[in-house]
């Protein structure tokens, strides 16, 4: 590898009028090829004119101003439900929007509402005839003639959004005052098509300059209702993957048309938990999104011929307005991007960038943003502030990731101008660049070693939610901290929903199965678990010979006397609290070794302390004696292992993503697998470090997650000799082997 | 009162063979009316011709030993249910009786298995065809010819008892060795019923000294089955109120006759759960009770007769084989008992005796019992061991009960001659059976003062299992922790079930009701919840006024967006992992008061710490700004209170029994009722004393629950003064106002 491709390219800055001289210093500094404009900037002719690539962000839905406002019925609508209210009497009033934010919500009366809405009487789980409850528009007021006094009412209906939501966010987080708020046009209504398709064509002829078009992102954004009171309750409800904000009497009525049958405005409330991500999604909501999946791709590739036919290429950005675009689809390649960008935080977003179906770009858009304050507030490019670290410490979050699946570029967002007084900071991303450079080098010549099994990770969403659960890393869904750990090690993992097992059984080559989450969740798989088929399948794969990891509660959807489906295999299962008269196996802990408290075992071996994961889950017991328990609270098992026919399982109470449990699961899939006799190939003895053994290149790269140097020895596979390397903090190690 | 009527009378004294001259100096000292066998005890001519009234023990089933064990089909049975089993191929054998105790349970082939048994596939939830399967009753194990590989299945068969269990447990526990092993007959069966009634001829024939009958209890035991492995797993299942011990062909049978319907295997093993007291009962279990309960009544009443024609009282023991004796039933004054005996470690198991229906006797045995050692084996009677403290702590548990409701004897157990080395255990049970019938006397003159409104505790079984929850205390079921802290209150308690309140809605008088329990239990209601008429009477009762006290996971059944029924009313619901995505309420703390962390109310008046409950229950969350939060862990209320439309609720995440929590809870009571005006009347200033006003006798007894002295004000209703009173350690005050 030549040295002078370790120092430019696939790097992009982001500009700044005003500031073109730091702005060509720094592209120069950084080998940026690539330069940007952000939110609140803008680039000059100078920078232009510079001869680097090109980027401008776009957003088409919110680009339509005023047109959007002056046509308040081609704006995006969705379903909201109203707070409930108790019936004092045989008539009840309800006033749909009350605790909703009045600048982004009004009430759509203009479809009919007795059509669309819905009321229900949640006391039975009813609906209420529509005969028996009207509409006052003047007032946007429901009343129900015939409630039952002490029963609690709800009104589903439609709303439209005047203000959408990013810009809102934006807007109401600096202050911006009586600056524009934009709306968000429905992509769906044919005027609306048109309106766009002719300011495409306006924006692509006055943006000469530009070379990518970044769309942020297609049409839809994320669900996010906000409530009338910021202070005490602004995120009404906020997921990542909600199609909520895709609603519209005309989407129902295509999806009617195509499907062969009619959802319903319950479909999408959920009675008040609209279709989050983390919940199992039900099939007709499936649907709905394949539906919403076919129109963002067809309308999408419209406009991105567009782009590209004006010789400029598409980029999407994979966050905000990304619903429907679904990188993880088989059909995703139909879009015909140019790029995918991924905001990072963590490993798994890494993953998730580089999981993306087809052969477009992929692009990580680096934290820290050039911004005076980091998302807490706490200051960044500020007095206070150590940006340097800052970036060491989420490069090293990344490039575990970075290390195992190939990305394409790099960058930044943000006002360049702050980084000028932090030279150290200058120099630290210069080198960032250049270790980004080598690793997609060495991806480049081939992939790097993996372990000799495949890993499934089984939820609900299967592989169309893989590398991720909903959106950034949420405390406390435990899902989170076992994809971040898996998303540098040095293993294949495939995503599976429990209907792919139901369906296929168990994927060739996959040799164990990790589920985890809480119980009804789409991670732990909730009420998929009622088809018999999935712990059918599951459960003949492990007894003969195949691994199994329960984490939390696996497989949890209650039965009388049994709560786990798994539990069986497991060994382990949860009283929830309908089983007290019921005994529980008085078990021996397996002996400790050197750590008080913690069994030794193969999957223990690398502990210095008792991992205490679990705390939400009560009333764990072993089934019996085959079950080994290897941590404890009490009489509670936390940590077991057991074997299962001639299979192999592990039950943890719980997982936090710490250098030492990243081993344990590791060591846990090898157990599981039954390689344990591989485990010493390419892997390091230290914890805080890992590598990644390339073997076209011959190359073994050895990083430092840690914030201190540390020593490590790697084990090669074959008649090669370990290797003993010292890292500095944060640092990596490039060996020819 | 006169003098000599605190010295003598309603104890009972287990008097002792060897120790005549012990035993009739006790029974003078401690004014002995009545002298009892006990187990391993006899009395010998001396005592029985002292001229006190003699108690002998009897328990009718086991009494009919050989004949029993030459009988087996008259034995008792029960449904098991098999431990689950993985099928590997097609064809699949279970041993049934795998991993139950051989001594106590062997296979009923002889009623046909292909009739009563039942095989369940528990992947799918569904019965195995009959065709399916067959038994090898000389191997005892079931094959199913067409398992599904990868299934789990379980068998449900009839399994004869051969060992009673209270004889099992004394015999194994004592070390007895070749001693006879008792078995139980079933009472359903007419040739036991002959045997029976002719054993207790014979038995009334050599008993002429015997006074009370005291029948142990009558026909069926709690249900117990014992684990083949003791140390691993000895109670495979054991519950205080559960029939399962009732089960027979014959019974099935003269049930289906009886009620028009068939009952299954399944619905009394119910997954291997059975029918724990702790689960909400099924309609059909109910009718099951019902029937066992109108059999035990009839053949009850019939030996009963026999021992009252005989010129004795028949008294019952209110523990063993008390099953369908349910002395809290309408019913139950059927039997014509002159008697029921309770043993007593806590105060509610005093309310639990008085409660019963009709007008017999009601007599607690104390605690210690004169064993050398205690429950779990501390020395009692024994160096080391200090009974008389012992008998100090038992007795300010059991006498707030007492202090409440009429109770007419009490009495102790035991080898009387343990207690010879120990003269303060002597003297401190004289002034013990002082106390006790200076209480006996006031209760007579009238009832004590209660305050003006009623509470309902509001469970699925209602008043049938008032005042206990499944037998003695259990930590961690907080209902215990509730009506322990009742059960001394000057409140009138009335147990509803939520039947009862979908039927009737709340009986007049009561001012506030308490749920308490976790999620699915027949504590909180679990599935009994799905009735929306509980939800609605409920909540239009408590909108006009009413009070709600809801602790743990009350009125908990799963709907999409809530998970208590109730969370409106009490202004607090539970995340259980499905509203992820849905924004929680930022409350802000009521401003605390003395006590940090614990907002300034009428019900935290005199806390003097933050009551730490409830840490089983996660996700809870505030609805709305209307609920005032009094305490929280991180972000989530522990301890609240609402407005509740005219009404007012309470919601704790947890309780257990201590003197703070019980003021707290009765304060409670005093504001969600509305009452708070009326607080000072008859209360202690001191909440480790407790007091009750006889209105009748105008005394007012004051008892220090405490093992230091207190000092203590009370205030009297009217222009009375306050009084304050000076108490020793566990002491007690007679005031006359």
């Known amino acids: ?112 509402p007795k059509r669309w809405w819905q009321v229900f009487d949640r006391t039975t789980g009813q609906e209420v005839p529509k005969r028996h409850w009207s509409v006052n528009t003047k007032r946007g007021t429901v009343t129900i003639a015939e409630a039952v006094p002490g029963h609690t009412y709800t009104v589903n209906f439609l709303a439209f959004r005047i203000w959408e939501e990013i810009s809102m966010y934006n807007h109401l987080t600096n202050n911006w005052g009586d600056r524009e708020h934009l709306a968000a046009v429905d992509p769906m ?53 909600d199609y909520a904000m895709t609603v519209s009497p005309r989407a129902l009525k295509l999806f009617e048309k195509r499907y062969g049958y009619a959802l319903t405005s319950e479909d999408f409330v959920q009675g008040g938990r609209y279709n989050s991500t983390h919940n199992p999604p039900t099939a007709r909501y499936r649907d709905y999104m394949d539906f919403i999946h ?102 090293i979050d990344a490039r575990r990731g970075i290390l195992r699946a190939p990305i394409d570029r790099i960058g930044l967002g943000g006002y360049l101008s702050l980084v000028e007084p932090f030279p150290d900071f200058q120099d630290y991303i210069a080198g960032v660049a250049q270790e980004f450079r080598r690793l997609k080098a060495l991806h480049a010549g081939g992939k790097p070693w993996t372990a000799p099994f495949k890993v499934g990770v089984l939820t609900a969403w299967g592989d169309l939610r893989a590398w991720t659960c ?82 939390g509660q696996p497989s949890a959807l209650a039965q009388p006397g049994r709560t786990f489906r798994l539990a069986a295999l497991l060994g382990v299962d949860q009283d929830t609290g309908d089983r007290l008269a019921n005994g529980k196996y008085k078990f021996t802990p397996v002996a400790a070794g050197e750590v008080d408290g913690l069994g030794q075992h193969f999957i223990t071996s690398d502990c210095t302390q008792v991992p205490v994961e679990g705390a939400q889950v009560h009333g764990l017991h072993v089934l019996d004696g085959d079950t080994a328990v290897l941590a404890a609270r009490g009489s509670e098992p936390t940590l077991t292992v057991r074997a299962a026919g001639k299979g192999r399982s592990m039950y943890a109470a719980g997982f936090s993503f710490t250098p030492e449990n990243t081993r344990l699961l590791h060591r846990a899939l090898y157990w599981t697998s039954g390689y344990e006799a591989k485990w010493s190939d390419w892997n390091t003895s230290n914890v805080r470090t890992e590598c990644a053994w390339f073997p076209q290149a011959k190359q073994l790269i050895v990083i430092n997650n840690d914030g201190e140097p540390q020593t490590t020895t790697v084990k090669p596979t074959g008649a090669r000799k370990a290797v003993t390397v010292d890292l500095e903090a944060h640092g990596i190690a490039v060996l020819d082997l």
Chains 1, 2 share one sequence.
């Open 189 to 241: 209504q044919p005027a609306v098509q048109k309106v766009i398709l002719r300011f495409l064509d306006g924006w692509l002829d006055e943006h000469a300059a530009t070379t990518v078009v970044r769309l942020t992102s297609m049409f839809y954004n994320f669900s996010w209702f906000w409530g009338s009171d910021h202070k005490t309750l602004r995120d009404r409800y906020t997921d990542w993957g």
């Open 294 to 395: 076919d129109f963002v791709i067809s309308f999408g590739r419209e406009c991105i011929a567009k782009i590209q036919a004006a010789g400029k290429k598409a980029y999407v950005f994979y966050d905000d307005h990304w619903v429907g675009v679904e990188p993880s689809s088989e059909r995703f390649p139909e879009f015909g991007f140019d790029g995918l960008i991924k905001c990072v935080f963590n490993a798994f977003e890494v993953r998730l960038c580089a999981h993306a179906k087809g052969n477009c770009a992929r692009e990580l858009r680096l934290h820290p943003y050039l911004f005076p304050t980091g998302l807490k507030g706490e200051p960044t490019f500020a007095p206070g502030g150590n940006p340097t670290l800052d970036a060491k410490n989420f490069w």
């Open 1 to 112: 590898m030549s040295q002078s491709s370790l120092t430019y390219g696939d790097f992009t800055l982001p500009g700044e009028a005003g500031y073109e001289k730091l702005t060509l210093e720094l592209a120069e500094k950084w080998g940026a090829d690539t330069i940007r404009d952000s939110d609140g900037t803008q680039l000059s002719p100078e920078i232009l004119d510079s001869g680097k690539a090109i980027y401008s962000t776009l957003c088409l839905v919110r680009s339509v101003q005023p047109w959007a406002r002056e046509h308040q019925n081609q704006l995006q609508q969705n379903f909201l439900m109203s707070l409930p209210k108790i019936a004092a009497r045989k008539t009840l009033t309800i006033t749909p929007l009350e605790g909703y934010y009045d600048e982004q919500f009004v009430l759509n009366v203009s479809d009919n």
């Open 470 to 551: 909903s959106g950034h890393f949420i405390k406390g869904v435990e899902l989170y901290d076992v994809i971040e750990a898996l998303s540098g090690l040095p293993v294949d993992v495939e995503f599976l929903s429990l209907a792919d097992i139901a369906e296929n059984g168990v994927p060739r080559g996959i040799k164990t199965i990790i589920n985890c989450g809480a119980a009804g969740t789409a991670w732990s798989g909730g009420e998929h678990w009622a088809d018999p088929a999935v712990e059918a399948n599951l459960t003949a794969w492990v007894q003969r010979g195949g691994g199994l990891i329960g984490i």
